[in-house]
């Protein structure tokens, strides 16, 4: 499968999923109408869906304008049905879907929304609003236990599963991870890495599992650092894997 990556809004990306064998391709995220379709005409490619992760503006803003010129499937999680324009194929943890060639296989991963879903096509994964890049989404609509189920469903992923997200957050995100664990040597080199790619004006998505695990605080609610540092902050906290996940979760709201 080729992926496009579309730049979209301020800091959205949208994506084009191809089918290389028989041009088919899928719209991941949509959130503007025009940038995407001149995409598709430039690849010269023949779009078949729209694949939603989440019901929010920045993802699905492009759909109703996207469909007012083309006849598209839109895949959306089934919770979503009255929430995603133009929704036509409701979907669930663990449904198949087709484009060209190409099989990829639903996940469902509430937390940032309640509706919220994933599409893995081999090893591209589309995770939308629910794991940034060194980073994970807010909290909107579900509780911290879903999100880090969501969570641990991605991170046991295979190890070079590309992150494709919904947003270039990775920098501000490493900003926030280091204040917890400033003495992982593998953060600090990505920072290096992903400083050197904003500079030169190039994307930071997307990025391997093993990076993540490796680096985003909220894969690794088992890392004794960040443990030490929140028992400083909060002696009280008792550290099972959801007290540290949300707590981690709080601070960033607040960074
Ligand atoms: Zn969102
Ligand atoms: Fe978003």
């Known amino acids: 499968m080729r992926i496009v990556q579309i730049p979209l809004l301020r800091d959205n990306y949208g994506y084009l999923a191809v089918c290389e ?3 088919a391709a899928a719209v991941v995220d949509p959130s503007e109408t025009d940038p995407v379709l001149e995409r598709i005409d430039q690849e010269k490619i023949d779009a078949k869906a729209i694949l939603n992760t989440h019901h929010h503006r920045d993802h699905t803003g492009g759909n109703a304008g996207i469909l007012e010129r083309r006849k598209l499937d839109v895949y959306g999680h089934k919770s979503d049905a009255q929430r995603i324009p133009g929704i036509t194929r409701p979907v669930d943890e663990g449904d198949e ?3 060209g060639k190409e099989r990829g296989r639903v996940f469902f991963i509430p937390g940032h929304t309640t509706g919220h879903v994933a599409y893995l096509f081999g090893k591209n994964l589309f995770c939308g609003d629910t794991l940034f890049t060194a980073g994970c ?5 579900g509780t ?3 999100m880090l189920d969501s969570l641990k469903k991605l991170k046991a992923l295979p190890a070079d599963t590309l ?3 919904g947003h270039e957050y990775t920098e501000n995100n490493l900003k926030f991870a280091l204040t917890l664990e400033p003495g992982n040597r593998k953060l600090a080199q990505r920072m290096e890495r992903v400083r050197a790619a904003r500079e030169a004006g190039r994307s930071t998505v ?3 599992m093993a990076e993540e695990i490796e680096t985003n605080p909220f894969l690794r609610w088992d890392s004794a650092e960040i443990k030490d540092n929140l028992r400083k902050r909060f002696p009280d906290l008792s550290l ?3 007290s540290v996940f949300a707590t981690v979760r709080q601070l960033k709201d607040q960074f």
Do not use: K, M
């Not at 989404?137 to 609509?141: P, S, T, Y």
């Open 97 to 99: 879907i087709t484009v």
């Open 206 to 208: 997307p990025a391997t």
């Open 144 to 146: 911290a236990e879903q």
């Open 240 to 242: 099972n894997p959801v």
């Open 137 to 141: 989404g807010r909290l909107f609509e």
């Open 21 to 23: 064998e028989t041009g």
């Open 163 to 165: 992150v494709y997200c």
